[in-house]
């Protein structure tokens, strides 16, 4: 019973560091991809996923070498960061679930006016122009703002509005999932170090 539940717990806790490796992978190679096709030309966007998938990739590591030789001071430190992770991840999933259509298109506003590059991406996608209004005069990168000598392009703001709320419902959604992982990780981590390992000697300590 013993070795059943040591070997259960480790070979439970690889599995979800696997998971976690795989998942931070993708997120690298997105990030590498959208900017090798284009498609995200802002550096700062590239880098803050690729900042998030190695974070990821680095502690999921930690977790699994931790695991692999029921190392206490790496499961120590995977449990308190992985612990750290959850809070932030719960609380930034409960914000985005929460968000009414007022303060959306006050964050997408935001985000609009920080970056030159990313406004150019959205044209591009979106195939509009402006956050709220345009001018025929001014510069655009949309296709309809080209199309024409008197160009008609809807504005962003109308477009961004109509899947802001189906994007934040999917990012908390998932994010909460996540969440949960995260937590069933520390508690799972947490009962494999203190599980002794059978093959060691009886009178050894954790």
């Known amino acids: 019973m013993a070795c059943g539940g040591y070997v259960c717990a480790k070979n439970a806790l690889c599995a979800l560091n696997i998971l976690y490796c795989m998942v931070s992978l993708l997120l690298i190679g997105a990030a590498a991809w959208g900017k090798w096709l284009g498609m995200v030309s802002s550096i700062r966007v590239v880098a803050a996923v690729l900042g998030v998938g190695a974070f990821l990739f680095l502690v999921a590591l930690m977790g699994l070498c931790g695991a692999l030789g029921h190392h206490q001071v790496l499961l120590f430190f995977y449990m308190s960061i992985l612990f750290v992770v959850f809070v932030l991840q719960f609380s930034v999933s409960c914000a985005c679930l929460a968000l009414n259509r007022g303060q959306q298109n006050h964050l997408l506003e935001v985000g609009w006016n920080k970056s030159e590059a990313t406004q150019e991406d959205v044209e591009k996608t979106l195939n509009c122009c402006g ?35 189906k994007v934040l419902r999917f990012v908390g959604g998932a994010g909460l999932f996540f969440s949960f992982t995260e937590i069933f990780g520390v508690w799972l981590a947490r009962r494999y170090r203190n599980t002794k390992d059978p093959r060691s000697n009886p009178g050894a300590f954790l």
Not at 139 to 158: D, E, R
């Open 131 to 165: 956050f709220s209004s345009f001018s025929a005069n001014g510069s655009c990168a949309a296709t309809c703002f080209h199309s024409s000598p008197s160009p008609s392009c809807p504005t962003c703001s109308s477009i961004m509005q109509e899947y802001a709320g």
